[in-house]
């Protein structure tokens, strides 16, 4: 397995790659690598002859109050995965390697990045889409492989992707749980053990939903009403968001029709953690 940092180098090698005929798989991530990295890179490499990992910690989709700089990052444990998974390039450029000091040009669309994450997070999306197109430019890749778990970056990434033309297939992968059913993510590590017991209940609030819903509740209403009682049960929990929206447009909907995406965010004590249902 190579780890490289240069873009030239990189690019070179996904050429020689492509030049002889072999598929490319690029599983995007920010490292800390945990299970549901993992997963994508068992997919890519199934399903590709070649597979290259970005890992990459993008100052750009973090706002100027946010957790860049404590965004957890170590290689070693890192490389040590991708190896496991199957591997054969990891991409780690420096942030000057990424935007030079001139950097002026971004990639952004209207609608889609408005709610949800976007509405909290306002430059979030411009600063995934501005890094995901970079890294399709440096990594021509047949395939790209993203979790479920940031839908509303799966729903942006898959629009980017068709109304840019870019060549690249996306494919959403389901949502990789603890035990207890909270979704793995690299924030979990911000997590005292108090606030780890009680960040289920983000898996349970959702659970109750899709109880409702298969025992015929139509009304995204109360759906929202059902997971924020739930979680405002738990006293240390605060709800950024609870929406109930159109998985093509990232729009509120009354009535629960497919595809539909009920996705909340949550504060566990400092933490912001985010979960969802897609309903296809
Ligand atoms: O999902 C992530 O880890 C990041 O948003 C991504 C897609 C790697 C872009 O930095």
Redesign the pocket.
Known sequence: MKISGSIEETRKQVKEWKAQGLSVGLV???GYLHEGHQSLMERARRENDRVAV?V???PM?FGPNEDYEAYPRDLEHDAAICEKAGVDLIFHPEVEEMYGPDFSAYVDMHTLPEKLCGASRPVHFR??QT??SK?FHIIPADRAY??QK?AQ?LAI?RRMVMDLNFDIEIIGCPIIREEDGLAKS?RNTYLSPEERAQAVILNQSLEEAMKAIEAGEKDAAKIRQLITDKISACPIAKIDYVEVVSFDTIQPIDKIEHPVLIAIAVYIGTTRLIDNRILM
Do not use: A, C, E, H
Request: charged share 5%; proline share 5%.
């Open positions: 995007p991530t920010m970005s990459f910690v993008n989709q600063g995934v890094v995901v890294l993203f979790g940031d970056q990434i690299s």
